[in-house]
């Protein structure tokens, strides 16, 4: 399997920030940048991420971690990665989920049902859309006619969800192409590994072996009291340290289990509000050694 490691941005990504991050990933041969939809934060929109960081380089690929699909049209999220896909062959990399991760942020993807079964039909609709022309649709909540979005890549986009609860396993299983969780430890994410693969199989189909990954926050100086807290509260009985790193031989360690666990792509977010230079820097001695 190929083991592949990327940058993952921030609610602290200042915009003005992200010509040099760019720029140093670039140069650097980082894999792949990851934006995560965080709407009330100085963040960059993840498509607009995208498309600014395709247009500047050549080799970068670019991600969602993760991005909102209910309550957005399917074939408007389409056409966006159709486009993207036109003008950066590739090196567009979906990732959706069902919901923000801040409650407040919820009200801004409204769906006409219940959020799971939209989910479960965008995503029938979103993979048809990118497969095929005049594609004509009738669910419970959408009803397309002749649904085209332009140039389509010679290989469909795959469309990789995120989640960590039986019922995403279910939808990842029936309707993704791969999986990023988050917030898991090693044999947690080795139990996600094998309830995809056995939704998949119940529903005829196959999850390749390298399209499983994690998104994991490493704290340079230790994982911060405030984080630690904030976990023991999500995750009574749960060890922080088995869920972020706090440095990077931490990370190292999660990674190790990780990959025992059958997962090989990383998103590696910086935790703490260290500046993103000195990160980078580190990033690529520690990690793009470990890529094959």
């Known amino acids: ?3 592949r490691f990327g940058v ?26 990851w934006f995560s939809e965080l709407v009330y934060s100085q963040a960059v929109d993840p498509v607009v991420g995208m498309a600014f960081a395709l247009s500047r380089t050549t080799r970068l690929k670019v ?17 966006q ?12 990399l979906p990732v959706f989920g069902l919901q923000p991760a801040s409650g407040n942020e919820r009200d801004l ?8 079964a939209v989910f479960d039909e965008s995503l029938r609709l979103l993979r048809a859309v990118l497969r095929a022309d005049d594609v004509d649709f009738d669910g419970d909540y959408f009803s397309v006619r002749g649904a085209a979005v332009g140039r389509r890549s010679a290989r469909p986009l ?10 995403a396993y279910r939808r990842i299983g029936r309707y993704g192409d791969g999986w990023l969780g988050s917030f898991l430890t090693p044999e947690e994410a ?5 309830a995809i693969n056995a939704e998949a199989a119940e529903a005829g189909r196959e999850i390749e072996a390298d399209h499983f ?5 490493v704290a340079e100086d230790g994982i911060p009291a405030e984080a630690a807290a904030r976990i023991g509260r999500q995750r009574p009985g749960v060890d922080p340290a088995d869920l972020i790193a706090g440095g990077w031989p931490e990370l190292h360690r999660l990674i190790d289990g990780y990959l025992a666990a059958g997962l090989s792509k990383f998103v590696v977010v910086p935790a703490g509000g260290k500046p993103m230079d000195g990160f980078v820097d580190r990033f690529v001695a520690e990690l793009m050694p470990r890529q094959n």
């Open 8 to 33: 993952g941005t921030g609610a602290g990504t200042d915009p003005e920030a992200l010509p040099e991050l760019v720029d140093r990933l670039e140069a650097a041969g980082v894999d792949s940048l």
């Open 63 to 79: 991600g969602t971690s993760v991005a909102i699909l209910p309550g957005r049209h399917p074939v408007l999220v389409a056409k």
């Open 109 to 116: 993807f409204p769906v006409p049902g219940r959020r799971g």
């Open 1 to 3: 399997m190929k083991i």
């Open 81 to 92: 990665l159709a486009s993207l896909a036109a003008l950066a062959p590739k090196r567009v």
């Open 213 to 217: 990954g994690i998104t994991v926050f």
């Open 158 to 167: 795959d469309i990789w969800l995120g989640g960590r609860v039986p019922a």
């Open 190 to 194: 080795a139990a996600g590994v094998a």
